[in-house]
């Protein structure tokens, strides 16, 4: 059974740091792209960045890439999503999804994945 289990979430001051995991199961990264998501309260769920197998860099959203970072290990199955300088802004559940269709630069951010975790929540507070 595939399943995503995201980790690392919680409470965290403005400038502080978190770095999110995504453990998968089920599925191997050498065939499937990971993508984190969040989603605020009373906004639209936006995408945050998408790795895909065999492409050198991730995919990030333009107002996020100067402070995000996304990386995988293959071994562990697990995706990572380094966040810095964080913003009030950015509290939200954040979702890892995955799908076998690889998205391209243009389509990560607006594709239907297969398969979705539950969501780490993260707060950003003094």
């Known amino acids: 059974q595939v399943q995503l289990v995201e980790s690392g979430g919680g409470l965290v001051q403005p400038g502080g740091s978190l770095r999110l995991s995504c453990a998968a199961s089920g599925l191997s990264l050498d065939y499937y792209a990971i993508t984190w998501f969040r989603q605020a309260p009373g906004k639209e769920r936006e995408g945050v960045s998408c790795i895909s197998p065999h492409v050198g860099s991730p995919y990030y959203a333009d107002s996020l890439k100067d402070r995000f970072v996304m990386s995988r290990d293959n071994a562990e199955n697990t995706v990572y999503l380094q966040m810095n300088s964080l913003k009030p802004d950015d509290t939200a559940v954040y979702y890892c999804?995955?799908?076998?269709?690889?998205?391209?630069?243009?389509?990560?951010?607006?594709?239907?994945?297969?398969?979705w975790g539950q969501g780490t929540p993260v707060t950003v507070s003094s």
């Open positions: 999804a995955a799908d076998s269709r690889l998205p391209t630069r243009d389509s990560w951010y607006r594709a239907t994945y297969d398969y």
